[in-house]
Structure formats: structure tokens, C-alpha cells
């Protein structure tokens, strides 16, 4: 290794000089950007000292040996930022560590020792910060000081912390909060300009202010408008008071609208029956019954008629607490005052009386809506597509519907909500019990029936009855639905009737105005099998792939009829083996569908080598001389 020749010191001059060496200074050479370095003296003949590495926990007052705190942030460019941040964003950071990355009273203490927390200083913390809820928690409370306002900044820095921990939906949520605090800066900003013109704002136009709000459902803005309406001494009228009342019960804070109400009867101000409606539907649907009841009977003592939403709304709510007496005497009152009770009406009741199993006075009530001239069986029918709408109901409504068939309530349209309830959680032969039953009753039934009835046949693994089905649903000039049609296709799959299947695909294809993506796909691929190629396949797979439909039986079973037909077994296997290579078909599948692909193609060279006997005329010389080979 050549020598190094020493380095030509720089001219010394303000930028490359020498700074003078003092006392407490060794002598450095360098500049004010270049690398300095100490001289050390010759004369020293100690060792190095060897420096133990940094522990901080050594230096913090707030850590304690036994105390589990949670680790830093471990992200390499978080840390870099860290280091860069400024004394009083360190202070805000260093509170967060020291409560454990937690929101809470110590960090509030600790924060309310600055005297202001400006925004650019809430983007700094925030764009080190990777807690999202602590985020959007010192968000919240830099929001809450007095005159303090968030710019671009401060928003731009917690929607990309929220992105930054996957949390997009909340994060796409920033701009419209943003929008919604610059509308209360620019309502506030209007009512000073009128307050400095002499123009003290009136309360219609604290009302409109109000109402536009309220249509964007900010409702922290409308009570802040209607600080400033208190502020400026300024009476509010009905019309300010049923803005609010029902701008707040619409946006779920019915407590704070009910306070509004009771502000207004003690003021003596005429009370509108549209904010008794809209306070009664949000109290129910809060689950407070016993207030609503009482707001019905204020009504009614101030001398207003309640409508029908009204009652229904307090009937609902009576019959989800299983107070089914006081639903149904408001039932009753409905009839009485000639309110023209209707299915929402009386839905509640027959809910009610299911889950207690009341039967008694479900067929009374059954009598009486008869006698209302109600539509009884169309009413039953959206009465038992209401109660399967939950799991956990489901069997009941079929111990419902076993006592409505002794009382001769019982219709095709109420055994296909049945059936398809059942279907879906899998209970298949309660669902084929139904249809059989259905069918024993000689009921005209319709095609939805046979479907359904289809996708139980394929769930037994009866593929043969799933076909009977589907051939009376063609005797009746009618179409499978595409759940059966798609059930049918696969069925026939598994069980390798690759023919069938991609006649059913063709024929759904064909009947439906949009079939399953995976049968479109299967169309294209026996298109591209014409080519022969592998490699044609496969780029329509990759294709399926990015639209989000993985191949599945139907599309493996289309490479099998189209390669059969055009193709060869090389080029087949080779498609299967990308899939399995990319982990899209197990290796058992693999095997599973190499040996359908050989029985395939061994039934398709069969069928070529009889038609070319029966187009050259062998047919009868191989059968004179006594070939039983051939079908008679």
C-alpha cells in the first residue's frame, strides 16, 4: 500500500482558518462547515478511555428500574425527526412518555404549564406522534383554547398521522372537519362585523344561522350560535327554539334538545307539536320510554292531537321493553281517533307477542286488523321477513309459522322467507322439510321455491334432485335465480360434469341481466383456449386476480373444457401449476384436477373416435362383426 502523502492545510482565512486555542479549548482546525478535529498531544502516552454506552434511563427522574414504560417509537425516521424538534415540542412529547403514550389528567397538568399552544407548534408534535388516539386527543384539546384556531397545517399533519396507522377512513373524515370549524370561524366572523357596524344581529338572523347548520348536521356550531345569541341578550322565538331542538334530535343529542324544551315551557313560549314528535322518536330510540310517554301525555294536555308517527314511535318502544298492555291500549286509541293504523303499527305488537309467546293475543290482533280490513297475508308476510332479519330469531318464527298453519295462515311466499332463513345458517334440511311439506300441500309453487331448494340439494351433496329442480323451473317457462344458477354450477364441478357446468354458465349468462363475474371470466378463458397457449391463459388469471375474484371451481373447470377441446394436457397442467406455484389452488386440488382433466380428455377422444366411425360408416361393419364397445 502506497504511503499517504499528508494533507495541504488550508489557507488560513475567515471561512478555512484556524480558531486561536485558549485554556479550556483545545486547538481545532476547521472551519464553520468543515469536519473539526482535535489535536492531541503528542506527549500523552495513556490508553483510551473506553466509554460505556449512553443509557438515557440513567438521566430521566421519571423512570424507575421496576416500571414497564413503553419503548419509543421505533421508526428510524420518526427518531430523526425527534431529534430536530424544537424545546417546547420536546416538552409536549416528553409529557406523553412520561404518562405512558396515554391521554389523561397528568398530561392535561403538564401542558397547561405553556402559556399558548400555537398550531404550527400541534403540526410539529403531530407529525412525530404515531398514536393515532393521542393524536387526536392533544388535536382536541389544542381546538378547546380560548381564541385558538387550526390552520392547514395543524390538519394536513393529523390526517397524515391517522393515514399513517391505516386508519384512512378517519383520516378522509379531517377535511370535512376542517370545513365544518371554517364555517363556524365565518359565521363568528360575520356576527362581529355586524356588531361593529352598529347592526346588532336579530334573532331571525341568529335562526337562519342556525338552520343552515343544522342541514349540515354541525351541531357543535349551532350551539355555539346560540351562545352568541345569549351573549348579545337577544330573545329567541319558537321558530329558533324548533330549529335547534330539532336540528339537536336529529343528530342524536336528544338529552340537550329536551333541556331546550323544558328551557321553553318554563319561558311560557307556545310549544309546536313537530318538536313533541321529533323529542319523543329521539327519546325512544335512546331507549327512555317512561319521558317519551310523559311528553305524550303533555301534548295531549295542551290540547294537540298526536298523529300516527307519533304513537308508533311510543308502541315501538313499549314493545321492545316487553310492555306489551300499554302498547297495545295506544293500539286501540289509534283506532279509536280514526288515525288509520298501518303495518308499522301493528308489527311491534306481533313481534311483541312472538318473543313472549303470546299467541293468544297475536290471533286477536290478527282478528282485529281482519276486521280493519288490513291486508292479512301481505302483513304476514313482511311480519316473518322482519323477524329472520336476525339470526337468533329465526327458529322462533318457524314455531311461529307451525302455529299459524293450524289456523290456516299459511302461503308460498311466507315458506320462502322460511326457507331462505334456514339456508342461511346452514340448517338445510329443516329448509327441504318446508319444501317438501310445501309440495305435499299441492301449493303452486313458484321458482323461487325450486332455487332455494336447488342450493339445499347442493349443500346435501343431492346434485341429481338439484337438477330435477332446475328442469320444473325450465317446464314452467321461468329462470333460476343467479344464487342457483351459481350453487348448480359448482356443484356440478366438484363431481366433474364439466359439460353441464359450462352449459349452466352459457345458459345464466344468457336469462340473467348480470351474471357472477367468475362466469364471465369462464366464457373468456374457453375463448382463449382456442389459442392452445398456456401463457393467454394465465394473463386472463392474472386479470381475474386483480379485479378481486380469485379463480375458483368454475373458472378451473373451464380450463379443462377449453383445453380438452383446443388444447393439449402440457399446456393444462401448466396453467394449474402456476396456480398451485402462486398459491391459488392447494396441492391436493392440483391432483384433483389433473385427474379430471384426464378422464376428460379421455371422454372427449372417445366421443371423437365414435363420431368419426359413425361419419365414415364403420359403425355397422365393427357391430356385424360383434363389437359391443359401441352404444346400440
Known sequence: MPPQTPQRPPKPYFFYGHRKPSQNRPTVYGGFFSNRQSLRNPNSTSEPHQSQPFNVQKWDP???????????????????????????????????????????PRVVTELSKLRRVTPDLVAEVLKVENNPTLASKFFHWAGKQKGYKHNFASYNALAYCLSRNNLFRAADQVPELMDSQGRIAEMLEILEKMRRNLCKPDVFAYTAMIRVLAAERNLDACLRVWEEMKKDLVEADVMAYVTLIMGLCKGGRVVRGYELFREMKENGILIDRA????????????????????????????????????YNSIIGGLCRVKQFDKAYKLFEVTVQDDLAPDFSTVNPLLVCCAEMWRMDNFFKLLAQTEKLKFSVAADLEKFFE????????????????????????????????????????GEVKKALYLFGEMRGLNLEVNSLSFSIAIQCHVESGEILEACECHNKIIEMSQVPSVAAYNCLTKGLCKIGEIDAAMMLVRDCLGNVVSGPTE?????????????????????????????????????????????????????????FTNLRERKLLTEANTIVYDEILIEHMKKKTADLVLSGLKFFGLESKLKAKGCKLLSS
Not at 567 to 573: C, D, K, Q, V
Open 62 to 104: 421519571h423512570y424507575l428500574p421496576n416500571q414497564k414504560t413503553q419503548s419509543p417509537p421505533s421508526d428510524p425516521k420518526t427518531f430523526q425527526l425527534q431529534r430536530h424538534l424544537s424545546p417546547i415540542a420536546r416538552f409536549i412529547t416528553d409529557a406523553f412518555r412520561k404518562n405512558q403514550f396515554q391521554w389523561g
Open 275 to 310: 318538536i313533541y314528535g321529533v323529542l319523543i322518536e329521539g327519546l325512544v330510540g335512546e331507549g327512555k320510554v317512561g319521558k317519551a310517554c310523559d311528553l305524550l301525555k303533555d301534548l295531549v294536555d295542551s290540547g294537540y292531537r298526536a298523529d300516527l308517527g307519533i
Open 386 to 425: 322482519f323477524l329472520v332479519g336476525k339470526e337468533e330469531r329465526i327458529m322462533m318464527a318457524l314455531d311461529v309459522f307451525e302455529e299459524l298453519k293450524g289456523k290456516g295462515y299459511s302461503s308460498v311466499p311466507i315458506y320462502n322467507i322460511l326457507m331462505g332463513a334456514l339456508l342461511e345458517i
Open 519 to 575: 362466469f364471465k371470466y369462464a366464457l373468456t378463458i374457453l375463448h382463449v383456449c382456442r389459442s392452445g397457449e398456456a401463457e393467454k391463459i394465465i394473463e386472463v388469471l392474472n386479470e381475474m386476480t386483480q379485479e378481486g375474484c380469485p379463480p375458483n371451481e368454475v373458472t378451473c373447470s373451464a380450463i379443462i373444457s377449453g383445453m380438452c377441446k383446443h388444447g393439449t394436457l402440457e399446456e393444462a397442467r401448466k396453467v
